[in-house]
């Protein structure tokens, strides 16, 4: 056993972090088997915010200090539970909000006029001398963005250079340049294009309902990049099939990796593996933090970006 | 023979067109074989200014008072040619250069952001527990206007929303907010993303030289949503091919349609079938001017929207 502190990484896709984490400390990886040997020396979890923490295996870490989120969202983990255990928790916050705005605006500009499309439409010879695609203009297209945080704010500010009409709501007023909808649904009836851009939570599951889907129509766009959880995605799907959403623009999904099979069949749809946020900037900020965390919590230092709600 | 004055439609994907002109004129259409019986008797010819007009055909119709370009491009015809035979071109200029500009963002962020290529690879079960694609942030990314006219200017100011350094090349110097490269050569050897926005017409095709592709470079990125000639196609395929060139994200091409087994073994291609002006808002303005053109000119009254260069 190495005298260097001992962190376990929970998900595989995080396994690129090893290298730099190992720099400092002794690297655990979840999916290589649950590491009994060293139950009694982990003093801190490296996770993605997004998948659901296991709370029975932190009970069984006795050496444990921290959660650390490589990510922006902890959506995945029960704050209030650690918080109650001592266990602190940080994220990356505000490193990638403008990535993920830019990916927004690319999926709506790759849905409206038709760009992921055209492109397959193009290698598989459906352009002829007489076939032209017409497509509707972004100028003054209704946006909506649900959840003015960072992340909704970048969103607007791009649209507005696109020419598209924003206003949000989101369950509290804030300050902001553009008009707030009364409720959810009023945002949802006067949008030609809704953006889900909010935290994700366990108060806001299904927050996009078969009767918000319903109100955006059978002309309008639905567009997530913030968490799978927040859409009815059964219900999105069944309202895409039938016409009754015109399209949908999608980063996340209920289950990620999403199935390919469940989209088969599924019209008018735009769909990137969650890369919004994975920027190469992106990355290497959020890692900076997550080094900055984790040396301040085993030192007994001050936490740079801890989770304050 | 009716009384009403004939036209000629050149192009088959404009028959979408015919309705709407035969609610005042006469309307023949060329790809149904040329209309020796009319030969005569048409007035104008409706054309898309990016194909090549027949000087032969002209010569064949006396009674011709206008070359009507449905487009706001007129590369194809010969204006100076025309006007020495006292024939009129109009255009439609003005009207979708906005619409163009959202596509070319488009382009970038599908192709920097992988967003056609992630939707053909979540498609086809290229996303994984262990995959993670990492793409780079648009931020600071130093994007090189090929022309700044009103399509370059559009462009210029949504990449100041999306975080780029704007810089632009022309042959002629005009008062703008971005700095002026001393050459077209030097705006590619720095620039990340070279974007082509320019007129086409005899003096400039092959503008994108070999060389101007070398200096864009192994990360750069070249898009054109202005005329496929002004890009030294061949070239772009050999350095896209070799690495020599990063990507291409293309509304344009040498011939139109363009052959798709000419792409099947391009790499980190985006391609889109000339559909970036083609929006219902655009279409619909086009229109409208062709027909207040035709009406004038067959009228004796002054043209909307002539050619005057």
């Known amino acids: 056993m190495s005298d260097r502190p001992a962190l376990l990484i929970m998900q595989r896709h995080l396994a690129p972090l090893t290298p730099f984490l190992e720099s400092q400390w002794t690297v655990y990886r979840f999916w290589e088997g649950p590491p009994v040997e060293a139950q009694a ?11 659901p923490l296991d709370k029975t295996l932190i009970e069984q870490l006795p050496a444990l200090e921290l959660i650390a989120c490589f990510t922006s969202g902890y959506d995945g983990i029960d704050v209030d539970w650690c918080r109650a255990r001592g266990l602190p928790v940080t994220h990356a916050p505000g490193v990638n909000h403008e990535d993920v705005a830019d990916h927004a605006i690319g999926l709506i500009l790759s849905a409206r006029r038709r760009i992921a499309e055209g492109d397959r439409s193009l290698r598989t010879g459906g352009w002829t001398p007489d076939s032209k695609v017409i497509t509707p203009s972004l100028k003054g297209q209704r946006l909506g963005v649900v959840g003015l945080g960072a992340i909704g704010q970048a969103i607007a500010t791009r649209a507005e250079a696109l020419r598209m009409a924003v206003s949000w709501w989101g369950p509290r007023e804030k300050a902001s340049d553009w008009p707030r909808a009364a409720s959810l649904l009023d945002l949802a009836r006067s949008s030609d294009i809704l953006v889900v851009a909010c935290k994700a939570d366990e108060n806001n599951r299904g927050l996009i309902s078969p009767e918000i889907i319903e109100a955006l129509g ?3 766009l639905l567009v997530n990049v913030a968490r799978g959880q927040l859409v009815d995605e059964a219900a999105l799907i069944d309202a895409l099939k039938s016409g009754r959403l015109g399209q949908a623009a999608l980063d996340v999904y209920e289950d990620e990796p999403t199935d390919p099979a469940r989209w088969a069949d599924v019209p008018n749809t735009v769909l990137t593996p969650h890369t919004g946020g994975a920027t190469t900037e992106a990355v290497q900020g959020m890692l900076g933090l997550l080094m900055q965390n984790l040396s301040a919590a085993l030192a007994k230092q001050p936490l740079v970006t801890p989770v304050r709600d």
């Not at 020396?41 to 998948?51: K, M, N, T």
């Open 41 to 51: 020396d982990i003093r801190a979890l490296v996770v993605a915010g997004e998948f």
């Open 218 to 220: 059978p002309q309008g």
